[in-house]
């Protein structure tokens, strides 16, 4: 079964993709901020990340950029998720290191669309 980890300080966000991607069969885990992911991260393995960008404490840019760092954590693809829509905010969220980048608010199937591409499903 695929894990994958949710990264967002909004509560009703991390509610919504988790019954979407459970509903499709895969293993959900919440994380309200860029360092409770990290502790996760470093604790066990996720196939998948979809990751807020303004968040307190580190934020996505933040976060990814400290996962693609670390060699032991560094490999899992990550969807950045954001209400930032503008091409520079995708630009960074690339350079940061993520996979993908999605807008909120974000459709069912088409967030199981990109979590499919990404996880090879």
């Not at 993709?17 to 990290?38: C, K, P, Q, T, W």
């Amino acid at each position: 079964m695929k894990r994958i980890l949710i990264v967002d300080d909004a509560a009703t966000v991390r509610l919504y993709h988790r019954a979407i991607l459970e509903a499709e069969g895969y293993e959900v885990d919440e994380a309200i901020n860029g360092i409770e992911a990290l502790e996760k991260l470093l604790s066990a393995r996720f196939d998948l990340l979809l990751v807020d960008v303004n968040m307190p404490k580190l934020d996505g840019y933040s976060l990814l950029r400290e996962m693609r760092a670390n060699l032991q954590i560094a490999q899992a693809p990550a969807i950045m998720v954001s209400t930032e829509a503008a091409p520079q905010d995708k630009a960074q969220a690339f350079a940061a290191g993520a996979n993908d980048y999605l807008v909120k608010p974000i459709r069912p199937e088409q967030l199981l669309a990109h979590v499919r591409l990404l996880l090879g499903a």
